[in-house]
């Protein structure tokens, strides 16, 4: 599975920016997929998981209620909502795919995946 994010760039404190993410291969569609981010001198963590149908979504504690995760599986797009973003949401975003199969659930684990390439988002205050 290859996966090409796009969206990211320089946002100011309470903005919203949207991330996407295309993948090709085999079976994207019934994949869970997701978002980690990694800022700088940090470890990369788990923002937002959706299984395959949609149906299991996670968010980790610190994007709940302004993030929003959604797919369109006949694009084979996966989307980032970013809402009311902080300073400390400045770090590289990247899409994953889950490599151990299909309509497996979320959370993502933080080594079984297909990545996508990275992309900056920074948010000044």
């Known amino acids: 599975v290859q996966l090409v994010e796009s969206g990211g760039g320089l946002a100011r404190t309470g903005d919203s920016l949207t991330l996407s993410c295309t993948a090709s291969?085999?079976?994207?569609?019934?994949?869970?997929m997701g978002w980690f981010r990694q800022a700088p001198g940090g470890e990369r963590e788990q923002i937002a998981c959706?299984?395959?149908?949609?149906?299991?979504?996670y968010y980790a504690d610190s994007v709940k209620g302004r993030f929003t995760i959604s797919r369109d599986n006949a694009l084979n797009t996966h989307y980032l909502q970013m809402h009311s973003l902080k300073p400390e949401d400045t770090a590289v975003y990247y899409c994953?795919?889950?490599?151990?199969?299909?309509?497996?659930?979320?959370?993502?684990?933080?080594?079984?995946?297909?990545w996508g390439q990275g992309t900056q988002v920074t948010v000044s205050s």
């Open positions: 959706i299984t395959g149908s949609g149906l299991e979504i």
């Open positions: 994953a795919a889950d490599n151990r199969g299909t309509n497996r659930a979320c959370p993502l684990s933080l080594s079984n995946n297909f």
């Open positions: 291969g085999h079976y994207p569609h019934l994949r869970a």
